[in-house]
């Protein structure tokens, strides 16, 4: 089962971002995935499902307590033999936990035709991810009449104590989004969902995440009080969808 992690989120100027990043790097390296990158980022892609009344939108416009995001999530550029995963996400309060299930980006489209978990699901375990959410996802899906409704995408620096450490700041950076209908708008050859399609949501800003267990250490938070950045109840998928409703 995975454990629930305190979120805090908070809008960095992107002229604030170098200061930010030499203070983390004293404490903190980047993760395995971000060093891979020569950039020190990689790309996040995410289909968001949301039902015919908006449903997660609205609650988190509203901002109910207790809430779930539906999305499928793809990472780098998406090249057809990387594993995306589908995810709930379950917010209650500023506690934040992930359900996911991962899969063969390729047959991202036939699951979500053919239903067919047990020959598309792939046997990986961690926090939060275990085969059988994948059936939850679904049954949600069903339930709520949840259908693919936008493709938000960003680059993430990602700053870890040790890969298995209880501190993780993001700095998620180029939000941008595209208003889709398909579950696989990700990318690639199968689908020609290029960057250039993308609209661009923030420019001047970057979106820092905290997530933590055991408390947000004394050097952070004095760090966060010295650029007087404030917690807000920022959301990517709210913010990519007002973007193109306005």
Do not use: C
Not at 44 to 59: G, L
Not at 174 to 195: E, I
């Amino acid at each position: 089962m995975p454990y629930p992690k305190l979120e805090y989120k908070y809008l960095l100027p992107a002229s604030n971002a170098d200061v930010l990043r030499r203070v983390l790097l004293r404490h903190m390296q980047l993760d395995t995935y971000a060093r891979r990158e020569e950039e020190g980022a990689y790309t996040v892609r995410s289909v968001y499902f949301d039902s015919p009344r908006m449903s997660a939108y609205r609650e988190k416009v509203e901002g109910v307590r207790h809430r779930r995001k539906y999305r499928i999530r793809a990472y780098a550029d998406a090249p057809q033999d990387s594993i995306a995963f589908l995810e709930i996400k379950e917010k209650n309060g500023a506690y934040l936990t992930k359900y996911r299930s991962g899969l063969a980006l390729a047959e991202v489209e036939d699951l979500v035709r053919d239903r067919a978990i047990p020959r598309h699901i792939r046997d990986m375990y961690g926090d939060g991810i275990h085969p059988s959410n994948a059936g939850m996802f679904f049954r949600d899906v069903d339930r709520k009449g949840l259908r693919p409704v936008v493709l938000i995408v960003y680059d993430r620096e990602a700053y870890t104590v040790g890969d298995a450490g209880d501190l993780r700041v993001t700095i998620d950076k180029g939000l941008r989004s595209l208003r889709v209908t398909s579950p696989v708008a990700f990318g690639g050859a199968s689908n020609h969902v290029h960057d250039g399609e993308l609209f661009s949501v923030m420019r001047q800003h970057y979106i820092l995440e905290v997530k933590f267990t055991r408390g947000v250490p004394g050097w952070l938070r004095n760090e966060l009080h010295l650029q007087r950045l404030r917690r807000l109840a920022l959301s990517k998928y709210t913010l990519g969808l007002d973007a193109h409703a306005h």
